[in-house]
Nanobody, 125 residues
Framework: QVQLVESGGGLVQTGGSLRLSCAAS????????MGWFRQAPGKERDFLAAISGSGGRTNYADSVKGRFTISRDNAKNTVYLHMNSLKPEDTAVYYC??????????????????WGQGTQVTVSS
């Protein structure tokens, strides 16, 4: 069992930056691939980025490539999402997720086994 807790969300102006954190507890660290998703009101949950258990491989959605960076610190059981050049359309609830295959950089939400409760990111224009 894995518990995930996101933090770092908030209100930021267009062009600003935020760093989201996802603290994991339980059997974690390099055993799991991790992903970040977001969901805006009335929309589906969208894939943003994924990272392998070792942190050596990453994958990004085209919509955030070049602006967002996923990273992890297995010693701290924490995954990060660094977000730059934020836009109003980035406003959403952001979720981290864990997958019990350390090498699989899944992009579908149904492939992930554990989810956090989400953190709100609001980008003002």
């Amino acid at each position: 069992q894995v518990q995930l807790v996101e933090s770092g969300g908030g209100l930021v102006q267009t062009g600003g930056s935020l760093r989201l954190s996802c603290a994991a507890s339980g059997r974690t660290s390099s055993s799991y691939a991790m992903g970040w998703f977001r969901q805006a009101p009335g929309k589906e949950r969208d894939f943003l980025a994924a990272i392998s258990g070792s942190g050596g491989r990453t994958n990004y959605a085209d919509s955030v490539k070049g602006r967002f960076t996923i990273s992890r610190d297995n010693a701290k059981n924490t995954v990060y999402l660094h977000m730059n050049s934020l836009k109003p359309e980035d406003t959403a609830v952001y979720y981290c997720a864990a997958l019990r295959l350390s090498f699989y950089l899944a992009t579908r939400s149904r492939d992930y086994d554990y989810w956090g409760q989400g953190t709100q990111v609001t980008v003002s224009s």
